[in-house]
C-alpha cells in the first residue's frame, strides 16, 4: 500500500462515467477528478464509489432522446500528502527520458494550457439537457451549469 500521512484528511478520485445517448452508438466517457474527504484509504474508496453512484442519470436532451449516465469505476484514488493551501501538491506523475528533447516536450506553451486553449465544438453526441436548454432561450442562465 501507498504511504498514507497518519492526518491525511483528503484524496483525488479519477471517477469514469460513461454518457450514452438513445439511438447513437457513440460512447462518450469522462473522467471526473474529485476531492474527497475521508479518515482512511478504505473510506475514501466508498465515498468515491458513492460519489460516482450518486452522479448518475437518465433525462432527455433537445433532441428529445434518452440521455444516460453510467458511473463505470475508479480509474485511481490518490492521497494528498500536504494540507490544501496555496502551492500544496495535489498530484504527481514520474518519467524518465532521455534527452533534452522529451523532457521540453512535456511543457506546453500557455495558449496550449487547457485554461488558455481554444475550445472547438465536440464530436459526442447531444448529451445537453433539455431544461438546460430552455432555460438558454428563455434567457434565464442563473444556476445552469457551465457548458461551454
Known sequence: MAYIPPNAKWYLADLVEQIRVEGDSRIVVHVNTLLVRADSPEQAYEEAIRLGRENEQEYENGDNKLVRITFR???????????????????????????????????????????????????????????????LREGDAEGLPDIQ
Open 73 to 135: 469505476g475508479l480509474r485511481d484514488l490518490n492521497v494528498i500528502h500536504d494540507e490544501l493551501e496555496h502551492g500544496a501538491e495535489l498530484a504527481y506523475s514520474e518519467d524518465v527520458v532521455g534527452s533534452e528533447q522529451e523532457v521540453q516536450s512535456l511543457v506546453r506553451n500557455r495558449s496550449d494550457l487547457a485554461i488558455f486553449a481554444e475550445r472547438h465544438p465536440s464530436a459526442a453526441p447531444n448529451y445537453v439537457a433539455k431544461w438546460i436548454i430552455e432555460k
